[in-house]
């Protein structure tokens, strides 16, 4: 019996030494150099992964720093004091990124876009895109259960009284969670440069697009006439933005546009308690006559 045991002993003790060999082995003929101020940068950096500056990870971001391939100064989350750190720990330049946010390209609250029907399911964006397209007027439009609230890992989107997402302009990082999360593909990372935005997406025209939404774009053309030469154009009944020549807008382009579908926006996109923007003159009637799905 205890020859038994000791032979049993031995094989697993001679198994172990081999695969540690083996181990031992392959370890040294795979290893592969790691520059240690990777670690050293990565630990600087916030380490939320948010993938802002373009990388999968802070760590990818530090590996690209360390070989200059990136600035320190792409990062939007971290501070000035930890991105000028990093460039003085490597001796190079902190460079500079212009801020970027999120911009949502619809103005449609609840106030301005009349649901079709009530929803009873669960309360989510993605959950009601699936049933008919969402419940608003607009196919094109803000369907308002903020997840792009509840995905925003810096608490930077808040909904407001009309069911719109506001973001905070000095708190966002352009990370993209809400380009992602977005059923509609509404929300778009924009600098803050570009102020000239065309707040819709819908692609009817005229009356028709005024009387599902009170500011969606009816492709009237007024922004066309008002800006310079090439800055805009119309495609699809709606107006398109040419961002190359973004030097040359201004916000004479929102002057006559009379469902207020563009407009000239600096910091903050919506207000956290937005009052319906009817067009003047316009009377909007609400009807209760609605189906439940």
Same mark, same amino acid.
């Given at each position: 019996?205890? /020859?038994?045991? #000791?032979?049993?002993?031995?094989?697993?003790?001679?198994?172990?030494?081999?695969? +540690?060999?083996?181990?031992?082995?392959?370890?040294?003929?795979?290893?592969?150099?790691?520059?240690?101020?990777?670690?050293?940068? /990565?630990?600087?950096?916030?380490? /939320?992964?948010?993938?802002?500056?373009?990388?999968?990870?802070?760590?990818?971001?530090?590996?690209?720093?360390?070989?200059?391939? +990136?600035?320190?100064?792409?990062?939007?989350?971290?501070?000035?004091?930890?991105?000028?750190?990093?460039?003085?720990?490597?001796?190079?330049?902190?460079?500079?990124?212009?801020?970027?946010?999120?911009?949502?390209?619809?103005?449609?609250?609840?106030?301005?876009?009349?649901?079709? +029907?009530?929803?009873?399911?669960?309360?989510?964006?993605?959950?009601?895109?699936?049933?008919?397209?969402?419940?608003? &007027?607009?196919?094109?439009?803000?369907?308002?259960?903020?997840?792009?609230?509840?995905?925003?890992?810096?608490?930077?989107?808040?909904?407001?009284?009309?069911?719109?997402?506001? #973001?905070?302009?000095?708190?966002?990082?352009?990370?993209?969670?809400?380009?992602?999360?977005?059923?509609?593909?509404?929300?778009?990372?924009?600098?803050?440069?570009?102020?000239?935005?065309?707040?819709?997406?819908?692609?009817?025209?005229?009356?028709?697009?005024?009387?599902?939404?009170?500011?969606?774009?009816?492709?009237?053309?007024?922004?066309?006439?008002?800006?310079?030469?090439?800055?805009?154009?119309?495609?699809?009944?709606? +107006?398109?933005?040419?961002?190359?020549?973004?030097?040359?807008?201004?916000? =004479?382009?929102?002057?006559?546009?009379?469902?207020?579908?563009?407009?000239?926006? /600096? &910091?903050?996109?919506?207000?956290?308690?937005?009052?319906?923007?009817?067009?003047?003159?316009?009377?909007?009637?609400? =009807?209760?006559?609605?189906?439940?799905?």
């Amino acid at each position: 019996m205890w /020859t038994e045991i #000791v032979i049993a002993v031995g094989i697993l003790v001679g198994l172990g030494l081999s695969f +540690a060999v083996v181990l031992a082995v392959a370890n040294k003929q795979f290893w592969v150099y790691e520059d240690p101020r990777i670690d050293a940068v /990565t630990d600087i950096l916030p380490g /939320t992964n948010c993938g802002a500056c373009g990388e999968p990870g802070c760590h990818a971001f530090a590996e690209s720093i360390v070989k200059g391939t +990136a600035l320190p100064g792409k990062c939007t989350v971290s501070s000035a004091d930890g991105i000028e750190k990093i460039a003085e720990y490597l001796g190079v330049d902190a460079g500079k990124e212009e801020k970027r946010v999120a911009r949502l390209q619809c103005a449609g609250g609840r106030m301005e876009d009349r649901e079709k +029907a009530d929803y009873l399911g669960q309360k989510t964006c993605r959950e009601l895109a699936v049933v008919h397209g969402g419940n608003k &007027g607009c196919a094109w439009g803000c369907l308002g259960l903020a997840d792009c609230e509840r995905v925003c890992t810096f608490s930077s989107i808040k909904m407001n009284d009309n069911d719109l997402p506001v #973001v905070n302009a000095e708190s966002c990082t352009a990370c993209g969670d809400c380009v992602d999360i977005c059923p509609k593909d509404l929300f778009t990372i924009m600098p803050v440069s570009h102020k000239l935005i065309v707040q819709c997406k819908s692609l009817l025209e005229g009356e028709l697009a005024q009387e599902i939404c009170s500011v969606a774009c009816d492709a009237c053309e007024r922004c066309v006439a008002d800006s310079v030469s090439g800055l805009i154009e119309m495609k699809n009944n709606l +107006a398109v933005i040419d961002y190359s020549r973004n030097a040359l807008s201004s916000p =004479s382009s929102t002057w006559r546009c009379p469902t207020g579908a563009i407009q000239w926006v /600096t &910091g903050q996109q919506f207000q956290a308690s937005s009052q319906p923007l009817f067009p003047l003159g316009r009377v909007e009637v609400l =009807s209760d006559n609605k189906v439940s799905f």
